[in-house]
């Protein structure tokens, strides 16, 4: 709705006021462009919102953390608008727009550090708990063998969210359908390599898991090709982004964080002059999270389980099903009383 | 063939040309001009007094872990932990350095990198002591003590030490404890941290070249059984080669830690700088001088790199290009060795 919104008004805008001239980088983190996750759906999202403005888009590939300094300054000197990408870059970009206050700055899967007071950067959050809440609940529908994983990168909060969610989802399948799951968690501690996922996700499989949930950046490519190594019964879940292509039929479904919108937003705000600086939060019922249309498998999925998911969606925008966001919430989750279609 | 003084820069040098040489050809051929690119890349990394506080701000710790690996290597011990020993070192000189906020600096900024060195330099050791009593491998076992190493610190930074939302990190270290800046460009600052890895590179000279331990540690590494015949107590020696390398990798840390903002272990620190000290040591031939000068390259492409990417569009990828050519021609010398033979002939029957 929101978007909707903003092409029209950018529409009229555009019209009047002609030869925008703003210019857009964006400064990856060491995961680079390719991740197939947050690095290449914020850029999606710069790039959807640069073609629509006809304005100039460019990404800075960051190597190394000492990279994050150098390189958003530098940004910042030659563009209008800078994206940070990635919780890594957190000082970095408090460092770094305290000293460009006519420079627009957006940190994505960052928090402003306590007691910041600027207003040249506007950060966005995702409650990945709701849309993982729903992968968590088609998993457990989907398992044949009642045990299914998950593959962390490293245990930071966003990262924690998907698992928080995920657990919340099986038990709520659990509890309505007296069905017992049980999952294997692991940790790649890493977001870049591949192979530390593979591996991790092959041994899961082992185990005798046969959905694999992934939130691990670059190394859940590995998770992936995993579930397609095993071929048939075996499924990964993507995340982030619509992963499902990546190996069509091997992905169950992707636990999607929008952060095309996210990014899209921040550049037309700008471009619009309603920016607004400090801590964005988007959920389900902003439509920034939410599972993905599983163009390969939706076949395979029972039309009733379909059909509660789409109530649980509805419960949780309406706010009476609410999703923990941290360890102790997730201790103390009750199932509460619903209802199903 | 007569390897004169000059030999050990000239394979370097003509490493370096030809990887350039080979780099353009790759530039032309995703269509873009190779002289404008390297012009961006050398002003990106040495163009002004911004750009040079970068590219000596990410030479400081490869110059350390450069150093680290080289010692070994001279020693004849192959330390491909570095990448651990730095962890630990950052891990422990910052707990040193966060915990003593009351010291004045004079005081808690050498003791932070002391601490940090020993942490480096037990971590090293424990694989010394493997190879000395049991025989393992060093390899082996010092890239397994990387992993333990890299967990334990992303467990401290993620639990015990974390502070705040967001990004696991640790708190901040005390201000005693920071690294006097020598200046500072807007949001990037540079420190004393590269004074003290030059002057490291120096010590590590003096002991190797002129001092009866390098002597020894040198005779170790050319030929074990026979330094043992003349009376050198080969165990000791290679847990006391691990420990110095380790301290040297573990100083990388700490340096790195203490000389840049935000100066608190965040993420994952090392990055790969660790291993990036191989690629250092192997280029600069072991040499200290010769490390300082490959440190200054890697870290110039690098600076450089993110300047080409901005102002030519030319992808980061290209350094990797070049890095691996360097390292390819200098570890396989007998290429670039047969070029300047070759060369030599020539002006004879000219």
């Known amino acids: ?341 | 063939m007569n390897r004169g003084k000059w030999y050990a820069f000239l394979v370097p040098t003509i490493s370096v040309l030809i990887a350039f040489l080979v780099g353009s050809v790759i530039i032309l051929l995703i269509g873009k001009n190779p002289l404008t690119a390297y012009v961006v890349m050398f002003q990106g990394a040495f163009g002004g007094s911004e750009q040079l506080a970068d590219t000596i701000v990410k030479m400081t710790p490869l110059v350390l872990t450069g150093l680290a690996v080289g010692f070994g290597f001279r020693a004849g011990v192959f330390n491909i932990g570095a990448e651990g020993q730095m962890a630990m070192g950052a891990l422990v000189g910052a707990i040193v350095a966060m915990s003593f906020g009351a010291l004045p600096p004079v005081i808690l900024i050498p003791l932070s990198i002391i601490s940090g060195m020993l942490a480096g330099a037990f971590w090293a050791s424990i694989a010394g002591f493997l190879k000395a009593f049991t025989g393992a491998h060093e390899v082996i076992s010092t890239i397994m003590l990387n992993w333990i190493a890299i967990n334990v610190t992303t467990f401290m930074v993620a639990g015990p030490l974390a502070v705040g939302t967001g990004t696991p990190k640790s708190p901040e270290v005390a201000e005693a404890a920071k690294l006097p800046i020598i200046f500072k460009v807007q949001a990037i600052e540079l420190s004393i941290g590269i004074v003290i890895a030059v002057i490291a590179a120096i010590v590590m000279y003096v002991l190797i070249e002129k001092s009866t331990m390098g002597y020894e540690l040198r005779g170790v590494g050319f030929n074990p059984y026979a330094s043992e015949y003349g009376g050198i107590n080969i165990k000791k020696n290679i847990i006391m080669i691990m420990a110095i390398s380790g301290s040297l990798a573990g100083m990388a840390g700490i340096v790195d830690l203490l000389g840049v903002p935000p100066q608190r272990f965040l993420g994952e620190l090392t990055g790969g700088r660790g291993f990036d000290g191989i690629t250092i040591a192997l280029i600069g031939r072991n040499n200290p001088i010769g490390i300082i000068f490959a440190a200054l390259l890697i870290s110039a492409l690098r600076t450089g790199s993110n300047a080409m990417q901005i102002r030519a569009q030319i992808p980061n990828d290209i350094v990797h290009i070049l890095q691996g050519i360097v390292i390819f021609l200098v570890a396989a010398e007998r290429i670039v060795a047969a070029l300047i033979e070759w060369k030599k002939r020539e002006k004879v029957t000219a």
């Open chain 1, 1 to 341: 709705m929101r978007i909707k919104l903003f092409l029209v008004i950018a529409l009229v805008v555009l019209f009047s006021v002609s030869g925008l001239a703003l210019r857009v980088m964006m400064v990856t983190d060491m995961g680079g462009l390719g991740d197939k996750s947050f690095n290449d759906g914020t850029w999606e999202g710069i790039v959807r919102a640069a073609d629509f403005l006809g304005i100039d888009a460019e990404v800075i590939v960051s190597y190394e953390m000492a990279d994050y300094i150098p390189n958003l300054s530098s940004a910042a000197r030659e563009a209008d608008i800078v994206f940070a990408v990635g919780f890594l870059m957190e000082d970095a970009l408090f460092r770094v727009s305290a000293q460009f206050p006519d420079t627009y700055f957006v940190g994505i899967d960052i928090v402003p550090p306590e007691g910041w007071e600027g207003d040249n950067v506007a950060t966005y959050i995702f409650e990945e708990q709701e849309g993982a809440f729903l992968v968590g609940y088609l998993a457990a529908a989907m398992t044949e063998v009642g045990l299914i994983g998950f593959v962390g990168g490293i245990p930071i909060p966003p990262v924690e969210r998907f698992r928080y969610g995920y657990e919340a989802g099986i038990r709520v399948y659990e509890d309505l359908h007296g069905k017992t799951v049980d999952i294997l968690r692991g940790y790649t501690m890493d977001f870049v390599d591949p192979k530390k996922g593979k591996d991790l996700a092959l041994a899961q499989f082992a185990e005798g898991a046969d959905i694999v949930f992934h939130a691990a950046g670059a190394c859940g490519i590995g998770v992936i090709e995993a579930a397609a190594e095993r071929g048939e019964g075996f499924f990964a879940i993507g995340v982030d982004v619509d992963q499902d292509y990546m190996s069509p039929g091997n992905v169950l479904t992707s636990s999607i964080k929008r952060i095309d919108v996210a990014s899209y937003t921040a550049v037309l705000s700008v471009a619009l002059g309603t920016f607004e600086p400090g801590l964005h939060v988007l959920g389900i019922k902003d439509e920034g999270v939410g599972m993905s249309e599983m163009e390969y498998t939706r076949h395979l999925v029972p039309a009733e389980v379909l059909r509660e998911l789409d109530f649980l969606t509805e419960e949780m925008k309406a706010g009476t099903l609410v999703i923990p966001r941290t360890q102790d919430e997730l201790d103390a989750f009750e199932v509460p009383e619903i209802a199903l279609p």
